[in-house]
């Protein structure tokens, strides 16, 4: 069942990625940094506002064995009147924000931003159903109409019309929107107001506040520290580069990390077998993310080229960075996820805290001289600072060592090491084609012979360790099956 959870969660992921590409790449040539930047620091403020109700009662609700009516209630009416309080609270301090940013669009951003927040609460609690039970097709179903509709039939046409931040606005309020419609739709629970059951939940969830604030500090402080030093702008720049540079990597480990927590939850009373699921799930996404990752750090150029144009150049280096952050903190989440699953939330907070506490440290040392180049040396820094206390601290929880982590990592790692010899080696003789038709197929044919290479030293590392149950077999498995359907 988590596998089967994983296919659909990861085939969603996909979609959304190819859809977020899409608009990105419209986005970025119909709107400026500057667009990006204001929405993406106004939603900052609300992202700290909301610090104060995540107490992660959706993730008690999947981990709770005996979860009934009245807990599914408790967690709708606490949304309901957290998001009215927080839409209040946002409306009150849209205007006094907007005298300290000296920029009165903030005004209206704030406005309508906190008018989404006060909608977002009456969504369907009923919908975190579909991943307590693992029906993860029909949570594909809701995820998906509420992501093609609101890109294509809302954010994309305003952008064409307004040509300015008002279509990412739009775009957020319409999501909300039709999320709210749509989960009443495709689930048939039906809230009542109540709010019995809370207590049993914030049992759990309480060291899940800790754990939101720290990644709040993580995703949204550089905002912060940027626009203090570097103004919206540079703001804007970090946003789309974050946008580009996930995709090879922390969003597609989010999508499985997301199917694969209510399995863990079921299975937390069987270490072993929880141990096994979760080494092969994370050597599989290695195998995958790890040359992904890679593969978008030496492609970073012609990708921005093609996808983004010509005046987001300057995302190039920051791309780079957060590509190769990206594998790191695949381990991080997957990691964290088990924890959680196994009732490890205040350790594991802990964990994520002092991520947190390196990255923002490095990042008011850095940022002011760097911008926001600092800010994603700060990220990676902190990455690969805290990377043993994880490792540690998985340990507790399951047999986890230096051992596994060497089989992890070394069959992706020598691999993507030989991948990017022969990509290296195959750019020093072919530069960049001024054309976009030619920079497609540069980007083509360079990816193309480097997956070559990667999946050809996966197979011969497979067959020299000769084990059908490891990784390396369901991979070759998958694409065997995929070729059979595609002839």
Not at 31 to 56: H, K, R, T
Not at 112 to 122: D, N, P, S, T
Not at 385 to 393: D, F, H, K, M, S
Request: with cysteine; net charge positive; aromatic share 10%.
């Amino acid at each position: 069942m988590m596998a089967k959870g994983a296919a659909w969660t990861t085939t969603f992921k996909i979609i959304d990625r190819c859809t977020g590409v899409i608009s990105t790449s419209i986005l970025a040539r119909l709107l400026v940094p500057e667009d990006f930047g204001l929405v993406a620091l106004a939603a900052s403020i609300i992202a700290m506002l909301e610090i104060l109700g995540a107490f992660g009662l959706e993730a008690a609700l999947v981990q709770h064995v005996a979860a009934s009516r009245r807990h599914f209630d408790a967690v709708w009416t606490f949304n309901v009147a957290f998001g009215l309080s927080l839409g209040l609270v946002v409306a009150a301090l849209a205007w006094p924000v907007a005298v300290i940013y000296e920029d009165p669009r903030f005004y209206s951003v704030l406005i309508v931003l906190g008018l989404r927040q006060a909608i977002q609460g009456f969504e369907n609690v009923g919908i975190v159903a579909f991943r307590k039970d693992l029906a993860f097709e029909k949570e594909f179903r809701f995820l998906v109409i509420k992501r093609l509709a609101t890109t294509f039939l809302i954010t994309l046409p305003l952008a064409f019309l307004l040509r300015n931040y008002w279509a990412l606005l739009g775009g957020s309020l319409a999501a909300t929107c039709i999320g709210v419609v749509v989960s009443y739709v495709l689930h048939p629970f039906r809230p009542r107001i109540s709010l019995a059951g809370l207590s049993e939940l914030m049992a759990f969830s309480k060291w899940l506040l800790l754990t939101h604030f720290v990644e709040f500090l993580y995703s949204k402080a550089a905002n912060f520290v940027i626009g203090a030093w570097a103004g919206t702008s540079a703001i804007g720049s970090l946003s789309v580069a974050r946008e580009v540079g996930s995709i090879a990597s922390s969003e597609l480990a989010a999508s499985v990390n997301r199917a694969a927590f209510p399995g863990y939850a079921k299975l937390a009373g069987d270490r072993a077998m929880l141990r096994e699921k979760y080494l092969k799930l994370v050597s599989i996404l290695m195998l995958i993310i790890m040359p992904a990752g890679i593969g978008l750090c030496l492609l970073a150029e012609p990708i921005v080229l093609v996808v983004l144009g010509n005046q987001w150049i300057e995302t190039v280096p920051l791309i780079r960075i957060l590509a190769i952050n990206g594998v790191f903190t695949v381990f991080l989440s997957t990691a964290h996820h088990v924890n959680l699953a196994v009732g490890m939330s205040r350790s594991s907070s802990l964990v994520l805290a002092v991520h947190a506490g390196i990255s923002i440290t490095l990042m008011l040392w850095l940022v002011p001289a760097s911008g926001s180049h600092g800010a994603v040396l700060a990220m990676i820094t902190a990455s690969i600072a805290t990377a043993p206390l994880n490792a540690i601290l998985l340990g507790r929880a399951i047999q986890f060592g230096i051992r596994e982590i060497i089989d992890i990592i070394s069959c992706p790692l020598m691999s993507s090491l030989l991948m990017t010899v022969v990509v290296l080696s195959i750019r020093s003789y072919w530069g960049i084609p001024p054309t976009v038709a030619g920079r497609i197929a540069y980007i083509a044919a360079v990816s193309g012979l480097g997956a070559v290479v990667y999946f050809l030293s996966v197979f011969l590392h497979w067959q020299r360790r000769s084990n059908p149950n490891a990784a390396e077999a369901w991979i070759w498995e998958q694409a065997t099956k995929i070729l059979y359907v595609a002839s």
